[in-house]
């Protein structure tokens, strides 16, 4: 079972013509990516909720694409909407995927597990990764679905989704939130066993600081946890109210450092260090480790491929940036009216590295060409560029690389990702 979810589908700035819009925006993005997922929109079961929908796949269909391929597909059907609306109709959405059995009457469809399911979509975490979030999608998984679908993928990253306590009406368990365009750093300390109180070895600290004059006081506040230094890369999101709260969800990403008593994020906001004696500890222990999350095998990665490989080449971007890497991919980064020149020209300059996709069209064109031959100018001229090929779909290496070796996707795409982030290293 799969739902989405309009954020601030309410918003005061919505009218009922951006409402309208936003539905019909809504229904377009979601059955274009279910087909590109290999699931026709006619096969299914489903239902409108206003500002959402939830849709029964038939279970002969395989439960893979919707965590492997759906949400990319999302993302991309999103940017592209989103590109042709109007500011109050643009649209970011939850995505809640479940599994089970499903009982019918003559109103429509109900069970134990869909009733999860809602409650997984309506779940405070699931909202707060998105509101922190840059990208355009956060998702939101049952237990289940990750145990038996994302950590057996060969395409996921299990270690780039982080575990939350859901605590919906009557629904109390752990579910796992992603962000496909913007995904957590790995830490694949998260995945340890979840014990049988629905934790998995975490200090839950339920409330957030109060500010006005009170740092060191909490006020309560639903399902925040602050996981233990040992489990963390960096020192969660701190802020007073007003800012996000102590967040174990968005939290991962956020590197910290202490100046004249404060903790600071990479924003530069401030927080006054707190009193309280669980998240002092937290924050002193994890700040004595002295790891960040710009760990050195980070890098900013130019992907340079054909246009017609373009769905090939977002999956590797997701797959590296689940990685931790950063991407630069002309889909995202060069918008209308842009000079294609000048983007492409600051992609090389601020990249480490640039994948070369090699084509079952085997031909590249002409800013193709451009893009690898100035980054192959820049290698040699020790510019701190490095070019590493992929057979990305087929085709052959250019004669000036023919000695170079590739990462052959075509034949083992987990293991070429592997190769290609062990390269970076």
Known sequence: MVMVDVEGFGDARRTLPHQLRTREGMYG??????????????????????????????PEYPKAPLLEVLPDALVRALRAY???????????????????????????????????????????????????????????????????????????????????????????????????????LPNHEALAPINQHGDSNKVTLAGQFTGAGHADTWRDSADVSVVKPNEMDSVHNMQRKGSPAVDGVHGLTEAATTRNGYLFRDTGAQVPPTTNSTAKRVVDNALATGRRTEKAEIATVFISYLQADAPAAERLATNLRRRGHKVWLDSREINLGDSIIE??????????????????????????????????????????????????????????????????????WAGGVDALCMAMR
């Open 343 to 412: 983007k492409v020209d600051k992609g090389l300059a601020i990249s480490a590295y640039l994948v070369l996709c090699y084509s079952a069209d085997d031909s590249t064109s002409l800013r193709m060409k451009r893009e690898w031959m100035s980054a192959l100018a820049r290698q040699l001229d020790g510019a701190g560029i490095r070019i590493l090929p992929v057979r990305l779909t087929g085709g052959t290496p250019p004669a000036i690389l023919a000695d170079v070796k590739y990462a052959d996707l075509t034949i083992d």
């Open 82 to 184: 989103n590109q042709t609306t109007h500011e109050a109709g643009r649209t970011r959405l939850r995505l809640a995927v479940h599994a089970g059995e499903v009982a019918f009457d003559e109103h429509g469809a109900t069970s134990t597990a869909l009733t999860t399911a809602f409650r997984l979509l309506d779940a405070i975490p699931v909202k707060r990764a998105l509101t922190g979030s840059p990208g355009l999608l956060a998702m939101i998984v049952s237990r289940l679905i990750f145990d038996e679908v994302v950590r057996q993928s060969a395409v996921l990253d299990p270690s780039t989704f982080r575990p939350v306590s859901v605590e919906v009406k009557e629904v109390r368990d752990t579910a796992w939130i992603a962000l496909p365009d913007a995904p957590y």
């Open 29 to 58: 993005v979601l059955t274009g990516a279910l087909e590109t997922a290999g699931i026709t929109w006619e096969a299914c079961h489903h239902e409108d909720r206003g500002d959402s929908v939830f849709v029964l796949v038939p």
